[in-house]
């Protein structure tokens, strides 16, 4: 699996530029000839108004830029404004062959970072199958930028990486990445990375009586895996891990409750949480950063084979609690919900989960945010603040006691399946059942999977997640 990316971001070390260049300002009153011609600012001056905010230049031998973005009054909305409009001018280096492009901040508030990432991740590409690929047009090798510390472009250059990681996982179809492939994923990223990696398979997931996981394997032919990675540096600063658990159902099929119509067309991607999680932990690593961190991934696809389970059947989990099967479409909180229970092996400061768990979450705020739930336990606070950061929202649903009652059942201690409303919040309220530390349950469903590009956000596995906990752990670090 190929995730070199193309576009390196790069401190530049001498003034002695000449190539093509991009000015960003905030206001049109800091444009000067200073750095445009006499008839360039002129043409600007003449021409700017609301809606009309990129010019472009061509010198035939250079090629400029000049990208205004209003400000806003709230930080992180500017913030994603400079992505945006990064994804905006990535087109035109491509259509011109540009290979190098300098930023140049006119305003000084170090943003040309962020328009650099929105230039980067909206340049993605999956092209791997396809027989006649398009040469057509040359990608950016490096995008200059000033006024950064090498560190800072460092930690940039390994969220853009990481996040294609986690793209390509998603993308990748199931005949090619299956959970024992995945596993071979993992592996590389674990190489290059530095941290350590375990794969349980199928007899010790047994001796585990991991019955979640088990069950929902049953109609495969291919057997499930466990994946344990562990960030364990000897400057870590915590004494109890941080454990994040992805949801690894490679193919949704549905089961014996099958999807229909179209339902199934993306279901290769049911594994966003594991692109996620697993590319998280390869950022922090690369990035060498101290905190201690394992992440969790049972992985199976989920079919109608002749031993499926089905509705009806009542299976005991890890930690040795009952569930009944009402939908075999259910499954993601049944692996999840073993994953969770073993976690508390670690005595974790906190776990996170993610998942594209329900179309209820989707539905409820579809691709614009995380739908996220918790018990009491956890402090959210610095989370919901990186969900700004990267601008991957968090909508935080609640966790009544009164949701309980809609798992109930007269056969067993819980079912898989809520009524007809708040399926997110019951699917949460099932995974409580399997924690006694510091939870927090993210459901990616409406954001991780995009049936069109959405910005810097490009078609297919969006990669959602990873950039959200790389910079919670960067921010714990501090």
């Given at each position: 699996m190929n995730t070199i990316i193309k576009t390196r971001i790069e401190l530049l070390s001498s003034q002695d530029y000449n190539g093509s260049?991009?000015?960003?300002?905030?206001?049109?009153?800091?444009?000067?000839?200073?750095?445009?011609?006499?008839?360039?600012?002129?043409?600007?001056l003449d021409n700017?108004?609301?809606?009309?905010?990129?010019?472009?230049?061509?010198?035939?031998?250079?090629?400029?830029?000049?990208?205004?973005?209003?400000?806003?009054?709230?930080?992180?909305?500017?913030?994603?404004?400079?992505?945006?409009?990064?994804?905006?001018?990535?087109?035109?280096?491509?259509?011109?062959?540009?290979?190098?492009v300098l930023l140049i901040d006119l305003n000084n508030n170090n943003r040309s970072l962020l328009y650099a990432e929105g230039i980067i991740l909206s340049s993605y590409k999956f092209d791997k199958y396809k027989s006649k690929k398009d040469k057509s047009n040359i990608e950016l090798s490096k995008i200059y930028v000033k006024e950064f510390t090498e560190r800072e472009i460092e930690l940039m250059n390994i969220s853009n990486e990481a996040t294609f990681w986690s793209r390509n996982l998603l993308n990748e179809p199931q005949m090619a990445l299956d959970a024992q492939t995945i596993t071979e994923q993992f592996k590389l990223m674990s190489e290059d990375a530095?941290?350590?990696?375990?794969?349980?398979?199928?007899?010790?997931?047994?001796?585990?009586?991991?019955?979640g996981l088990l069950a929902v394997n049953k109609g495969s032919n291919i057997p499930p895996s466990f994946s344990i990675m562990e960030w364990k540096p000897e400057?870590?600063?915590?004494s109890k891990p941080y454990v994040f658990v992805g949801k690894g159902v490679v193919y949704d099929t549905g089961g014996v409750n099958i999807k229909t119509g179209d339902f199934m067309t993306n279901m290769h991607m049911d594994m966003g949480g594991a692109g996620a999680a697993s590319s998280a932990i390869y950022a922090i690593a690369k990035a060498k950063l101290p905190i201690h961190i394992i992440t969790l991934i049972p992985a199976t696809d989920n079919r109608p084979g002749q031993d499926a389970y089905t509705p009806g059947d009542i299976i005991i989990m890890h930690n040795g609690k009952s569930v009944e099967v009402l939908n075999t479409d259910a499954e993601g909180r049944l692996i999840l919900a073993d994953a969770l229970s073993y976690a508390q092996k670690y005595n974790p400061e906190m776990v996170i989960d993610l998942a594209t768990l329900t179309g209820a979450a989707a539905r409820a705020i579809g691709k614009y945010g995380i739908v996220a739930m918790r018990n009491e336990e956890a402090d959210i606070k610095q989370l919901n603040k990186s969900s700004e950061n990267v601008y991957e929202r968090l909508v935080e649903f609640p966790m009544w006691d009164e949701y309980d009652e809609l798992i109930k059942t007269d056969v067993a201690d819980i079912q898989n399946l809520g009524g007809a409303e708040g399926g997110a919040i019951t699917a949460?309220?099932?995974?409580?059942?399997?924690v006694d530390y510091p939870w927090i349950h993210l459901d990616i469903a409406g954001p991780a999977m995009l049936s069109a590009k959405d910005s810097y956000r490009t078609k297919g596995g969006s990669g959602v997640g990873t950039r959200l906990l790389f910079d919670f752990i960067k921010e714990v670090a501090k």
């Open positions: 260049y991009v000015l960003l300002s905030d206001n049109i009153e800091s444009l000067s000839e200073n750095n445009l011609k006499k008839e360039e600012l002129k043409y600007i700017y108004k609301e809606g009309n905010k990129l010019f472009h230049f061509n010198r035939y031998t250079q090629q400029i830029w000049v990208h205004i973005i209003d400000k806003k009054a709230v930080k992180h909305i500017i913030d994603e404004e400079y992505r945006k409009a990064g994804a905006i001018i990535q087109s035109q280096f491509s259509a011109l062959n540009i290979e190098n530095g941290f350590d990696l375990v794969v349980l398979n199928k007899k010790k997931i047994e001796s585990l009586r991991m019955g400057n870590a600063i915590n949460g309220k099932f995974l409580q059942n399997f």
